[in-house]
Every structure is written in structure tokens, then in C-alpha cells.
């Protein structure tokens, strides 16, 4: 049997959602089988296969025999955080963990909407396809953020990854996902704003940038807000500030477009806590994952951006 019948044949059970949940237990000789079982023709199988497809299902064949090779790039290399995070965008495209088995260590972890599950239980076996990602990298925690949206999944997705500092490797994975249901959620409207906002997401000129610490003190006092009565001075405000919230935008275009519409004015509230950062200092970014307690213990997700020590964006 050729080659490429073998892929397109992989394609076809890929593509049908009643094998679908099966094949991801299946080991290749049980595949082959099953493909040789099915009695696919090849006419039927070029038919609905497309290129894409193929390379897809080429680079998940050629996974298992690239895994033995180690990373042996210096760790917290950009392009070691970079690979991981599109292995990742590639898996939640594919919906399955076949893509990303060649960047992950033995023993990690995932964590969706802040509780500890197997992946194999996640919306990261849901193939979405993926109209809209963004990663932020921070070079000294080994991590990544990256935002998905997935407007027919529909999916807004924020991850962020952890490395191994020393081998590269990825043990954490740390998903937050809405979707239906969700606050003020309407994946079509957050792509919409998110397609006009994210052209400005270019990295910042040096003599734009903020400390590390300086970024995080601003999505930390902005968080604090809920249960501490003084944060609200510590927000470096900035204008013009646009705020997307769920699928609700508070930029009108305007010059004077600001963040601190609508934020909490009750600072006796349960605090936002279990806080996890990524920080991007070129971007002059910071991705929060929190617990929202207040909203019964929400899994949250906050990112904020300075330009010139200003909070100028904040999205959640
Ligand atoms: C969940 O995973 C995190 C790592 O992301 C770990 O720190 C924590 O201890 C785990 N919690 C449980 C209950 O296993
Ligand atoms: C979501 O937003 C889109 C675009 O703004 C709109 O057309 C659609 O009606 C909204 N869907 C819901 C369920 O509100
Ligand atoms: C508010 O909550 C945060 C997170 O738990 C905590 O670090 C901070 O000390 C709290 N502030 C006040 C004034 O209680
Ligand atoms: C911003 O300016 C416009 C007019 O240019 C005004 O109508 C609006 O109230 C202003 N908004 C704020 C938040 O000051």
C-alpha cells in the first residue's frame, strides 16, 4: 500500500466524528488495519484530501520518530518556547495530542479553567479551526501565553505554557476556554474587535518598554481593585485605554477612550487569587491567570499592556 493512501486513509477516520474519539487510542498497526478492514479506495480517499491535510497528518506520522531526539537547545530559547506554543496551536487545530508529544516531558500537567485534569478529558480534543492566535514569550520564566479564537468552535482560548528551564521541555500546559454560556461571551464580536486592536501588538521600542516588575505591579493592582480600596491609585491609568471584556469592547475610537469605566467600586469583595503570570517585556505585556472568587470562584483570565509605563490595553 502507498504511502500517501495510508495518510489519506488516516485522514478519512480522522474525519469521521464517531471514530474520531477512538483513533486517538489507537496505535498505528491498529489504524492500518482498520484502514485495510474499511477497504478505502484510493480514488474515494484523494478525493477529500486535501494538502494541508496531508502535511498535517505526515508531521503527526513522523511524531513518533522524532521523539527520541533531544531538544538540545539552550533552554528559555525563544525558538524552543516558540515551537511549543505552534505544537500547541497544531494540536488544538488537530484535536488530539499527537502533535505535541515531541516537545512535552515525561510527567506534566494540565490545567483547564483552574482545575487539574487529564488533556485527554480537554477542549484540547476538540478540533477547532482556529481563525485568530497571538503568543507573548517570557524569556526568563521559560512560558508563553498564547490567545486562540475559534469563532465556529465557538472558542476564546488563553494558554499559557511552562518549560522545563533546563531541558526546554514543556510541563505545564494551563488552559483557561469560554465559550457559550460563558460571561459576555460571543466569540464572533471578540474576533472583530481583537482583528482591528491586535495589529498594534508589535513588540515595543526599548524607550517604551517597562520593568518586569513594573508591568506586573500594574496587573496586580488592577486586580487588587476588588479588595483592596487604594489599588485603583496604583493602576499606571493611561488614555487612550481600550478594555475588551469578553466580547464587550469599551474603546470607541476616541482620544480619550479610558480603562476605568466600569471597574469595581465595592472593594470589599472576595480577592482575585492563585494568580500565574507570563511576562513579555518587549511586548510590554503580562497574561494573569487568576481565581475570581467573587464570581464563585471563576477561573479568570486578564492581560494587561503598558506602552511608556501607561496601561493601554487590557483585555479579560
Ligand atoms: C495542579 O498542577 C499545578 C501545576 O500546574 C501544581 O502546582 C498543583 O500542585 C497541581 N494540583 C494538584 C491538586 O495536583
Ligand atoms: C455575536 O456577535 C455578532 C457580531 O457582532 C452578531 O452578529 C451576533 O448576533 C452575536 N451573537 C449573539 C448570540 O449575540
Ligand atoms: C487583595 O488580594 C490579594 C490577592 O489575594 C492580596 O495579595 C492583597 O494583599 C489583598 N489586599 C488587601 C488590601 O487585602
Ligand atoms: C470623550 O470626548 C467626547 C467628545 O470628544 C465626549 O463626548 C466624551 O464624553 C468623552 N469621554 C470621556 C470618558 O471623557
Redesign the pocket.
Given at each position: 500500500m502507498r504511502f500517501d493512501v495510508v495518510l489519506t486513509g488516516l485522514y478519512v477516520i480522522r474525519s469521521n466524528l464517531s471514530i474520531c474519539a477512538r483513533l486517538r487510542m489507537w496505535s498505528p498497526a491498529e489504524l492500518l488495519i482498520t484502514i485495510l478492514i474499511k477497504g478505502l479506495t484510493q480514488a474515494d480517499l484523494t478525493k477529500i484530501m486535501t494538502p494541508s491535510s496531508m502535511m498535517i497528518l505526515f508531521l503527526g506520522l513522523l511524531v513518533p520518530y522524532t521523539k527520541a531526539v533531544p531538544l538540545n537547545q539552550a533552554a528559555c530559547d525563544r525558538n524552543v518556547l516558540s515551537q511549543a506554543a505552534d505544537a500547541y496551536v497544531a494540536a488544538q487545530t488537530a484535536g488530539s495530542l499527537i502533535l505535541l508529544q515531541p516537545v512535552l516531558a515525561t510527567s506534566w500537567v494540565y490545567v483547564e479553567n483552574n482545575k487539574n485534569i487529564s488533556a485527554a478529558a480537554g477542549v484540547l480534543m476538540t478540533a477547532l479551526d482556529i481563525d485568530h492566535r497571538r503568543t507573548n514569550y517570557d524569556l526568563v520564566t521559560c512560558a508563553t501565553y498564547t490567545e486562540i479564537i475559534a469563532a465556529s468552535g465557538p472558542y476564546v482560548i488563553g494558554t499559557q505554557i511552562r518549560h522545563d528551564a533546563a531541558e526546554g521541555t514543556v510541563i505545564s500546559i494551563d488552559t483557561i476556554a469560554s465559550t457559550t454560556g460563558s460571561w459576555l461571551f460571543n466569540a464572533t464580536k471578540t474576533l472583530e474587535y481583537v482583528k482591528k486592536e491586535d495589529p498594534g501588538w508589535i513588540p515595543l521600542p526599548v524607550s517604551a518598554q517597562s520593568t518586569r516588575e513594573a508591568i506586573q505591579a500594574a496587573g496586580d493592582a488592577y486586580l487588587d481593585m476588588w479588595n483592596d480600596s487604594h489599588a485603583h491609585e496604583k493602576v499606571p491609568w493611561g488614555t487612550p485605554c481600550v478594555r475588551l471584556e469578553g466580547s464587550a469592547y469599551t474603546g470607541k475610537g476616541?482620544p480619550?477612550d479610558?480603562c476605568q469605566?466600569g471597574i469595581p467600586s465595592n472593594h470589599n469583595q472576595a480577592p482575585n487569587t492563585h494568580r500565574r503570570y507570563v511576562i513579555d517585556q518587549e511586548m510590554g505585556s503580562v497574561s494573569i491567570f487568576c481565581v475570581w472568587e467573587h464570581m464563585m470562584n471563576a477561573a479568570d483570565s486578564h492581560e494587561f499592556r503598558l506602552e511608556n509605563g501607561k496601561l493601554r490595553s487590557k483585555r479579560e
Amino acid at each position: 500500500m502507498r504511502f500517501d493512501v495510508v495518510l489519506t486513509g488516516l485522514y478519512v477516520i480522522r474525519s469521521n466524528l464517531s471514530i474520531c474519539a477512538r483513533l486517538r487510542m489507537w496505535s498505528p498497526a491498529e489504524l492500518l488495519i482498520t484502514i485495510l478492514i474499511k477497504g478505502l479506495t484510493q480514488a474515494d480517499l484523494t478525493k477529500i484530501m486535501t494538502p494541508s491535510s496531508m502535511m498535517i497528518l505526515f508531521l503527526g506520522l513522523l511524531v513518533p520518530y522524532t521523539k527520541a531526539v533531544p531538544l538540545n537547545q539552550a533552554a528559555c530559547d525563544r525558538n524552543v518556547l516558540s515551537q511549543a506554543a505552534d505544537a500547541y496551536v497544531a494540536a488544538q487545530t488537530a484535536g488530539s495530542l499527537i502533535l505535541l508529544q515531541p516537545v512535552l516531558a515525561t510527567s506534566w500537567v494540565y490545567v483547564e479553567n483552574n482545575k487539574n485534569i487529564s488533556a485527554a478529558a480537554g477542549v484540547l480534543m476538540t478540533a477547532l479551526d482556529i481563525d485568530h492566535r497571538r503568543t507573548n514569550y517570557d524569556l526568563v520564566t521559560c512560558a508563553t501565553y498564547t490567545e486562540i479564537i475559534a469563532a465556529s468552535g465557538p472558542y476564546v482560548i488563553g494558554t499559557q505554557i511552562r518549560h522545563d528551564a533546563a531541558e526546554g521541555t514543556v510541563i505545564s500546559i494551563d488552559t483557561i476556554a469560554s465559550t457559550t454560556g460563558s460571561w459576555l461571551f460571543n466569540a464572533t464580536k471578540t474576533l472583530e474587535y481583537v482583528k482591528k486592536e491586535d495589529p498594534g501588538w508589535i513588540p515595543l521600542p526599548v524607550s517604551a518598554q517597562s520593568t518586569r516588575e513594573a508591568i506586573q505591579a500594574a496587573g496586580d493592582a488592577y486586580l487588587d481593585m476588588w479588595n483592596d480600596s487604594h489599588a485603583h491609585e496604583k493602576v499606571p491609568w493611561g488614555t487612550p485605554c481600550v478594555r475588551l471584556e469578553g466580547s464587550a469592547y469599551t474603546g470607541k475610537g476616541q482620544p480619550n477612550d479610558t480603562c476605568q469605566a466600569g471597574i469595581p467600586s465595592n472593594h470589599n469583595q472576595a480577592p482575585n487569587t492563585h494568580r500565574r503570570y507570563v511576562i513579555d517585556q518587549e511586548m510590554g505585556s503580562v497574561s494573569i491567570f487568576c481565581v475570581w472568587e467573587h464570581m464563585m470562584n471563576a477561573a479568570d483570565s486578564h492581560e494587561f499592556r503598558l506602552e511608556n509605563g501607561k496601561l493601554r490595553s487590557k483585555r479579560e
